[in-house]
């Protein structure tokens, strides 16, 4: 079964370091997307990226975060400065292309520890 | 984006079937009814979805009445590998609407 695959699957960072999570969507998914749960809380979304474009951010998603396609089969996110705050499990996910019913996947996450 | 009631844990013993409840009353024309499982440290894992009706896959059978205004996810004969928390969500989603809001879910608990 295709999967979505996420590195590193732990990182430990240090505060205001920069952080960069590697994401392996889907081979004929078009749709892209970042989530991340802080340990104990939701899940929640960060962003969605079609088309080498921001679809939709959440207000969680600001100027310290990026996200990148790079090549045909990456998918990047970015974090510029490390806040402690920033300490949460990091899932990817895609999605073949828009329609009803539309199925997202999700990999396994990475998870990043800021001390 | 409809919102979803669920109970907040569940317990069942192995062999059971179980059956867990989600009330979605203000879903749209276009919604439809997803399920997602995630064990503890790992990513949300789709389980099913449907629009009306039942489906039924190799892993669960999702019931939808006709008002679509709840559904039922139903896993046959669980296992102590099934303890995890199952999330309901409701939406149109994928594509560029890939902004899934998850709640608590219901944490499900399997005992030998």
């Known amino acids: 079964e295709p999967e979505v695959t996420q590195t590193p699957s732990h990182q430990v960072t240090q505060m205001g370091q920069e952080v960069i999570l590697r994401c392996v969507p889907i081979?004929?998914?078009?749709?892209f997307y970042w989530y991340r749960q802080i340990l104990g809380q939701k899940v929640e979304f960060l962003v969605s990226?079609?088309?080498?474009?921001?679809?939709?951010k959440s207000e969680i998603f600001d100027d310290q975060f990026s996200v990148e396609r790079p090549d045909g089969s990456n998918f990047t996110l970015k974090i510029r400065s490390t806040k402690l705050e920033d300490s949460a499990m990091y899932f990817c996910a895609s999605s073949q292309s828009t329609g009803l019913g539309n199925t997202i996947y999700f990999g396994e996450g990475s998870w990043l520890t800021v001390v | 984006l409809a919102k979803t009631t669920q109970p907040i844990s569940m317990d069942s013993y192995e062999g059971q079937e179980v059956n867990i409840t989600c009330s979605h009353n203000n879903i749209a024309t276009n919604d439809y009814i997803t399920w997602y499982q995630q064990f503890p440290s790992q990513g949300p894992r789709f389980i099913i979805q449907?629009?009306?009706t039942k489906v039924t896959n190799e892993v669960a059978s999702l019931f939808i009445p006709a008002d679509r205004k709840s559904s039922t996810l139903s896993l046959p004969r669980v296992s102590l590998s099934d303890t995890a928390v199952y999330y309901c969500l409701v939406g149109y989603y994928g594509g560029s609407q890939g902004n899934l809001i998850f709640g608590k879910g219901t944490k499900l608990s399997v005992k030998p």
């Open positions: 990226f079609y088309n080498n474009e921001i679809s939709e």
């Open positions: 449907g629009y009306k």
């Open positions: 081979s004929n998914h078009l749709y």
